[in-house]
């Protein structure tokens, strides 16, 4: 039992594998200029599908070198709550709700903790 024991070894803290005949997979560096000045040099694998677009460190979308900026995809507009509600009811339906929402809370059948 005792020579099976992993006596002086950090558990967790290293590893037991040694990095001999491990070879790292081909890169590539591809290179990013920002707007503002800043070049980025990205280590991607040959494999990869490099990005046209990357972004820089300040915020701004940086280009890669010989290329050219993408065509921007449509986008949906945003949908609000306002815009979601008059897809289901008219402005006439929302005042008569608005109406019969009201009398009930004046007459007291209804009270203002559960409106």
Aim: hydrophobic residues 35%.
């Amino acid at each position: 039992m005792s020579d099976r024991s992993m006596r002086g070894t950090r558990l967790g803290a290293r590893s037991l594998e040694s990095d001999t005949g491990v070879q790292p997979a081909a890169r590539q560096d591809v290179i990013y200029n920002c707007p503002n000045g800043h070049a980025i040099v990205v280590p991607l694998s040959i494999e990869a599908e490099v990005p046209p677009l990357w972004e820089c460190r300040c915020g701004t979308m940086a280009l890669r070198k010989d290329a050219e900026v993408p065509e921007e995809k449509p986008s949906k507009p945003v949908r609000t709550h306002w815009d979601m509600l008059m897809e289901r009811r008219t402005t006439a339906e929302l005042e008569e709700l608005l109406k019969e929402r009201l009398e009930l809370l004046r007459s007291g059948a209804l009270s203002r903790r559960s409106a």
